[in-house]
């Protein structure tokens, strides 16, 4: 039987507002109070949507260590897919209608001991390197989807170098995977691990400025475009 990532898939696998929803959720949805460290988010930057806690990913960087990555529209997160790529806790008090963000545990550079971060940024980073971040993230997806497919190797390591239909990834051959990634594509990596997903079940991406992708097109349904980047299923 096929091996998933049970260590990080389907938990958010709705991780973020899609399409034209990726600006703040609208008045409807109910605010709440998220706590983070010694701070709190502004009441206009977290919101409870059907018992998940959504908050703005700008304003969540701005109180860790994270620096401005990217630029453009601000996309707002599960809250519990910012806290565990850093390791850290959420509590729910339902009676103050609050979150509690425990103690960040770890930098996301300390993260990239993690074998899959370590890889997973790196080929976000090649082939994706000045995408915007949703673009990154997307790329990561179709990475994370390929090991939970059972025509593909079982490992990011194993996706990303695998041959066994030719060269996956070009990034491979000419040695840019070997590249220190951009910040931006490791804060993707830790998202799209811990279920921020963009571009839901695709499997394949390609990008026109480079390559006709003729192959993808005409085998593989259209999902959506992203920056440079077409994605299909």
């Not at 706590?35 to 988010?41: F, P, R, S």
């Not at 179709?142 to 030719?166: C, M, Q």
């Not at 691990?193 to 192959?215: C, E, K, R, T």
Request: aromatic share 10%; net charge negative.
């Amino acid at each position: 039987m096929k091996k998933r990532l049970k260590k990080y898939m389907g938990r958010f696998l709705t991780g973020v507002f899609l399409s034209g929803c990726l600006s703040a959720p609208a008045a409807a949805q109910a605010p709440v109070t998220v706590h983070v460290g010694d701070a709190v988010l502004a009441g206009d930057t977290a919101w409870l949507v059907e018992d998940t806690t959504y908050v703005s990913l700008q304003s969540y960087t701005k109180l860790r260590d994270w620096p401005q990555l990217w630029e453009g529209e601000d996309i707002f997160l599960p809250l519990r897919v910012l806290a565990q790529a850093e390791g850290a806790e959420v509590t729910w008090v339902a009676e103050e209608t609050a979150a509690q963000v425990g103690p960040q545990e770890k930098t996301l550079q300390e993260s990239q001991a993690d074998e899959d971060l370590y890889w997973l940024s790196r080929i976000i980073s090649a082939e994706s390197r000045g995408e915007p971040l949703l673009g990154q993230i997307a790329v990561g997806n179709v990475i994370l989807n390929r090991v939970a497919d059972a025509s593909y190797p079982n490992s990011v390591k194993e996706v990303i170098f695998d041959r066994t239909h030719g060269v996956q990834f070009t990034p491979t051959v000419n040695g840019a995977i070997h590249q220190e990634p951009e910040p931006c594509s490791v804060l993707a990596a830790a998202l799209a691990l811990n279920g921020a997903n963009i571009v839901g079940d695709s499997l394949y991406f390609f990008s026109p400025a480079q390559s006709a992708g003729n192959w993808i097109t005409a085998n593989r349904p259209y999902y959506t475009t992203i920056g440079g980047h077409q994605f299909h299923l």
